[in-house]
């Protein structure tokens, strides 16, 4: 009897809890449908409701955004100006080669000929954009650079005007410029924040590629911050764009959807000449800090230290036996500069200046160049693995074309070779400084060949590079050299000069 009552019980409970369950999966389905449009377990129900979308809700947003397109277009299209240059070259003769140069001095009458060289005028075409209602506008330097005459001309108008250029910045390749109305008031572009462009957000750029004037392309941001696009430009931050830009948007607006301009397009990267869907943009930040020196004196005023550096990457800094990302390596201290006065040497790696850490690269130059010319910072740095501070009293940072100018022997042209490296060096004579345009204190061996697929080939060496510097080692010819490498090793740490770039290579040698 007890048991049967048990029994009873037992059955009548897993009825019960069957009905519970039951119940909770058909709330729980009710619930769901109900939702739609929320989020959670049944994000599969609401996947298949987007994709469901009527034709009708799915042309409402395409012709939304399609307005908002058009109103970009519409309300900025006037403000986007068609540069034009005319820059005088001089070009060889191609016929003095025939005839030689006494040929034309006396056909022509004495000293009035062409001679071997002639005179030529160059056209060319970019864009640019008027910021102010008074005609001052923004393109980039290398749109308007040696330029003797620059035309502008406006968006559906005939009227050429003359413009003058207010000021230019190398470092930046952005110009200012300005025509005059005679009383007109310019259209005008809205700038934005470029500090708040994300990736994916929607990119429209206005311009004249290859001559087609006022051309109206979209994208979207593909990446920002960009810092590893050349060597000339290590120290922007341009905005990567896949919006269709070509020769001839050089110096034109970049727009959000909101009709702001947030970057100057400034570069395409191409293995054809044309749009293959990376592009790079000046921050409009950026621009607009440039923008407000050059209209109030005509150049832009930075900080200096004096020194080439570089990151520290995983190569490197297992060669110095630092972390990555834990300073910059200074690669090169220029003669009389503040670094070198303040007694910085090659060598060194800076960690922090003016109680700011540097990472990287970036780091380093965004913070110097806003310091106050004649500020005294504190520089923090390791050398050789000790911390340092040194004291350093900031200069106005040169001009790009005087910084070339002060960075190219001696020596009897003797050579050496290392099978392990993979190089033939030899001393640098008065030819070789004279072709590298080396400075006359420049010191160590030229690099004359490279074995291909040799460590020195997988480093990135290259016939003409100047090796200062290994394992930490001053090189000043090839006896020095030979004496460095004479010791067998796994791997060298030099410290190659090409061109205006001095960095740290590690070779790593095969272990044979």
Do not use: C
């Not at 749009?275 to 020196?293: E, R, T």
């Not at 090839?478 to 060298?492: G, T």
């Amino acid at each position: 009897m007890i048991a049967a009552t048990r029994s009873r019980m037992f059955f009548t409970m897993n009825i019960a809890l069957l009905f519970i369950l039951v119940g909770m999966v058909l709330s729980f389905f009710i619930f769901s449908f109900e939702r739609g449009n929320s989020r959670g377990f049944f994000a599969y129900g609401q996947s298949k409701e987007r994709v469901q979308m009527s034709d009708a809700e799915a042309l409402k947003g395409a012709v939304a955004v399609q307005q908002v397109f058009r109103k970009i277009a519409r309300e900025n299209m006037a403000a986007v100006v068609n540069i034009s240059t005319e820059t005088v070259v001089e070009v060889r003769n191609p016929y003095s080669d025939f005839f030689g140069d006494d040929f034309f001095r006396e056909f022509f009458g004495g000293g009035g000929g062409p001679g071997p060289s002639m005179k030529q005028k160059q056209r060319s075409l970019g864009s640019g954009f008027i910021v102010d209602d008074d005609g001052y506008m923004l393109s980039n330097l290398h749109v308007v650079k040696n330029a003797t005459k620059i035309t502008i001309r406006l968006y559906n108008e005939s009227k050429d005007y003359e413009a003058k250029i207010i000021g230019t910045d190398e470092s930046s390749d952005l110009a200012l410029l300005k025509i005059e109305g005679k009383g007109r008031k310019f259209p005008a572009v809205k700038l934005g924040d470029s500090d708040e462009v994300e990736l994916g957000d929607y990119a429209i750029a206005i311009g004249n590629p290859f001559g087609l004037n006022n051309t109206m392309t979209t994208g979207t941001v593909s990446s920002k911050a960009r810092n590893d696009v050349s060597m000339a430009n290590k120290f922007q931050r341009f905005i990567q764009i896949d919006v269709p830009i070509n020769p001839g948007n050089s110096g034109g607006p970049l727009f959000n959807i909101y009709g702001e301009v947030i970057g100057v397009n400034s570069m395409i990267f191409s293995t054809s000449g044309g749009n293959i869907g990376i592009g790079f943009a000046i921050p409009i930040n950026l621009a607009k800090k440039i923008m407000g020196q050059l209209r109030e004196k005509g150049k832009v005023t930075r900080g200096w230290l004096g020194v080439y550096f570089q990151d520290i990457d995983e190569k490197l800094a297992k060669s110095l036996g630092v972390g990555e990302d834990n300073g910059v390596y200074v690669s090169s201290v220029i003669k009389e500069s503040p670094a070198e006065k303040a007694g910085m040497n090659e060598g060194d790696i800076i960690t922090d200046v003016d109680g700011k850490a540097i990472k990287r690269t970036g780091d380093l130059y965004g913070i110097v160049t806003e310091l106050p010319v004649g500020k005294t910072v504190s520089v923090k740095l390791i050398r050789d693995g000790k911390a340092l501070s040194m004291n350093v009293k900031i200069a106005e940072r040169p001009e790009e074309s005087k910084l070339a100018a002060s960075s190219g022997g001696n020596g009897g042209g003797t050579e050496a070779s290392n099978d392990r490296i993979g190089i033939t060096v030899s001393d640098i004579t008065a030819d070789i400084a004279r072709e590298l345009r080396l400075r006359p204190d420049d010191k160590g061996v030229v690099i004359t060949k490279v074995k291909p697929r040799s460590p020195a080939a997988e480093a990135g060496l290259q016939p003409g590079d100047i090796i200062r510097k290994i394992d930490r080692r001053a090189i000043s010819g090839v006896k020095d050299y030979e004496a460095a490498v004479k010791e067998v090793k796994k791997s060298y740490l030099l410290l190659v000069k090409r061109g205006l770039i001095t960095a740290a290579v590690n070779v790593e040698l095969d272990q044979k």
